[in-house]
Nanobody
Framework: QVQLVESGGGLVQAGGSLRLSCAASGRSFSNYGMGWFRQAPGKEREFVAAIGWLGGTTTYADFVKGRFTISRDNAKNTVYLQMNSLKPEDTAVYYC?????????????????WGQGTQVTVSS
C-alpha cells in the first residue's frame, strides 16, 4: 500500500512558478514510476508528466514541455513538479500517482495509487 500526499499548490499570477511535491509513504518508493495528472473544472483528467521507476526517463504532455519539470528524490520518498511560466489554462487540481515498476506512463490506468490532489490557480 502506498499513500500519496500532494502539497505546494496555490494561487499565482500568469508567468509565475510553483513547485508541487508528492510525498509517498512506505519503504519501496524507488520501485514505483510516478506521474502527475490534472483535472480542470468540467474537463477530463489529463496527463501532465511522468518519471519512470528507474528515474532516468521522463515524459511530458506537449502543452507543458519546456515549462514543467518532473523529478524524484528517492531518499525523501518524494516526487516534484516544477512549474514555470504558468498560464491561466494551467488552473486545475493536480494529482500525483504511483505505479509499481512502470516507466514514464501517460495512461492513468497504469497507476495503482493516487493522491487527493492540490489546487493550482493561475490568475491572468
Amino acid at each position: 500500500q502506498v499513500q500519496l500526499v500532494e502539497s505546494g499548490g496555490g494561487l499565482v499570477q500568469a508567468g509565475g512558478s510553483l513547485r508541487l511535491s508528492c510525498a509517498a509513504s512506505g519503504r519501496s518508493f524507488s520501485n514505483y514510476g510516478m506521474g502527475w495528472f490534472r483535472q480542470a473544472p468540467g474537463k477530463e483528467r489529463e496527463f501532465v508528466a511522468a518519471i519512470g521507476w528507474l528515474g532516468g526517463t521522463t515524459t511530458y504532455a506537449d502543452f507543458v514541455k519546456g515549462r514543467f519539470t518532473i523529478s524524484r528524490d528517492n531518499a525523501k520518498n518524494t516526487v516534484y513538479l516544477q512549474m514555470n511560466s504558468l498560464k491561466p489554462e494551467d488552473t486545475a487540481v493536480y494529482y500525483c500517482a504511483a505505479g509499481r515498476r512502470i516507466g514514464p506512463a501517460q495512461g492513468g490506468e497504469r497507476y495503482d495509487y493516487w493522491g487527493q490532489g492540490t489546487q493550482v490557480t493561475v490568475s491572468s
